[in-house]
């Protein structure tokens, strides 16, 4: 009953209204992203006859766009493997797409940290390139291809100019960074973005806008809420002497079990980031946090099957290892670096 | 006429399939319903965001759900 009235109180103690409003606020960006943010400018770079170096770089950081939800991961990895760029681009957008989404951050920022959200930004943005590169050298002369230009030409346009769409984008992003550290200035940019809704959008437009934000929120409230409980009952139920004999220190040994652990369990979409920040509460030390934070999104055990369905089990066990291995390493060099 | 849906079995999907099933059923329109689950048949269409609608082998809808209305005008033509 203590354990159970623990995860309660986790809950409760989570939800303050400064968390509220940039947890609201994210929402509505992940939803603008959705909605409004063309697919097509950023697919085109994966096409068959993409430049090599563009596609790497813009797999890396392109999570943050096109993978809000994760149900376009993986049709999105078999098309860009199979039909465009190849084996090293699609890994890298397997790897770095759910770190670096928009709520991935945004909750890692509010809850964890500002250091260990750089660090697992920065740190998931660089193991991508690294491991999809890896990936191409060793097998892509084993690759079967079927290259499709057409399928990367998606024409999702609206009737906005980029420089419209760019400051729509940029004042929503401002007022998610204002709300921290100055009001005065998110003030401002709200007025702004309402006098830009009124200008730019048409009805329809900022209700389909409401409603793609409301089912994210729909779909991740919840099973965040499940995190934070279970964080509360882990924080109650392993004794700070164990969590500290295991991960409290930047050894090669600690980084490694935290990555594995990433790895292997199953984090519902961002429970992740409560569950290591009790962790942390428990005293674990950073290095390890980062590498659980950076290999933990992208793999799990169901994830894992469905990957070795289109990659074989072979390069499937190639990659897992990968992500293992080198998360650990991150970890250890931003546990020396960084914290 | 040969109708896909193209899915992994996510709740959009879900919701696709039964739009479509809606919309043969209400206007008495035969045709053969598929689903396609497999991730390596749905890359085969070289489909990047799903749901999406395939007809007689050509995709015609990608990454949403449509309106009723929608789904008919797709499958007419």
Known sequence: ?339 | MRIEVLGTGCRKCKKLYAVVEKVLKDNGIEAELLKVEDINDIAEYGVMKTPALAVNGEVVLVGKVPSADEVLELIKK
């Open chain 1, 1 to 339: 009953m203590d354990i159970f009235r623990a995860g309660v109180q986790s809950v409760i103690d989570y939800v303050t209204v400064n968390r509220a409003i940039s947890l609201t606020i994210a929402f509505f960006l992940s939803g603008a992203i959705t909605e409004f943010l063309s697919q097509g400018a950023v697919l085109k770079y994966f096409g068959p006859k993409s430049n090599k170096v563009l596609a790497y770089l813009i797999a890396s950081v392109s999570g943050a766009i096109l993978t809000v939800c994760s149900c376009s991961v993986l049709p999105m990895f078999a098309s860009i493997r199979k039909k465009g760029a190849g084996i090293g681009p699609a890994v890298t957008f397997l790897f770095a797409g759910p770190s670096i989404n928009v709520l991935a951050i945004v909750f890692t920022f509010t809850l964890v940290g500002v250091d260990i959200g750089f660090v697992r930004i920065i740190g998931a943005v660089i193991l991508s390139i690294v491991i999809g590169l890896i990936m191409f050298v060793l097998y892509n002369k084993s690759e079967e291809t079927d290259s499709d230009s057409k399928a990367f030409v998606i024409d999702d346009s609206n009737n906005r100019t980029f420089i419209q769409n760019a400051l729509y984008f940029s004042t929503l992003l401002g007022i998610l960074v204002a709300h921290y550290w100055h009001p005065m200035t998110r003030n401002i940019l709200v007025v702004l973005l309402f006098i830009q809704l009124y200008a730019f959008f048409d009805k329809e437009e900022l209700l389909d806008w409401g409603v793609a934000t409301w089912d994210l929120a729909k779909r991740i409230i919840p099973l965040f809420f499940i995190g934070v409980f279970l964080a509360g009952i882990i924080e109650a139920a392993i004794s700070q002497e164990l969590m500290a004999s295991l991960v409290g220190n930047n050894s090669y040994a600690a980084n490694l079990l935290a990555s594995s652990f990433g790895a292997l369990m199953y984090f519902a979409t961002l429970t992740e980031v409560p569950i290591v920040n009790s962790f942390l509460a428990l005293g674990m030390f950073k290095g390890p946090a980062s590498a659980l934070l950076i290999a933990g999104p992208s793999l799990s055990i169901p994830n894992m099957i469905v990957i070795s369905k289109v990659l074989g089990i072979k390069k499937t066990a190639t990659y897992i290892s990968l992500v293992v291995v080198l998360a650990a390493i991150v970890g250890k060099i931003a546990g020396i670096l960084v914290f």
